[in-house]
């Protein structure tokens, strides 16, 4: 049973809670007393994406495609997170490549960099695609916002500004 608005978690992890709920199929039974919830938890629990994705026609239970490192140096950074059953969708557009010499992951499709909004601190704040502007002094803090760790062994990338994701 979705545990969102029922126990104790933050508003992220019950996106996430429910999330996963979603892309394993599972039924979604809200766990919560409906009559005191709140409005954040009203909105994760009807989010019609993420309820699509549980209720899509072919039934079929999210899966990991495919992890792979590799301790070679020339190994491609490249990540790929695609849909392939959109048509006529450009694959670029889910490709990524993680500069090391950087710390940037810039998308393939337009060379922008993945970068913190408005180069928030705060715990909660939104990746977006920005003109890549590392080391540009004129830049909205110098660019730090677009800078990232790659732990390939956990499988994580971290900003190396506000040290979350």
Known sequence: MLAAGSVSM?????????????????????????????????????NPEVIAVNQDKLGVQGKKIAVIASSSSNASKEVFVANLSLPGMDPKRYQWIYNEQDGSIRSVYNGRCLSIDQCSTE???????????????????????????????????????TKNW
């Open 10 to 46: 933050t508003d992220v992890e019950y996106k996430s809670h429910f999330s996963l709920w979603s892309i394993s199929k599972a039924p979604l039974l809200i766990g919560s007393d409906v009559t005191r919830m709140s409005n954040a938890t009203l909105s994760i629990l009807t």
């Open 123 to 161: 715990r909660l704040s939104y990746p977006i695609l920005d003109e890549c502007q590392i080391g540009d002094p004129h830049a909205l803090c110098q660019g730090k916002n677009q800078q990232w760790t790659y732990d390939p062994s956990a499988q994580t990338i971290v900003s190396r500004m």
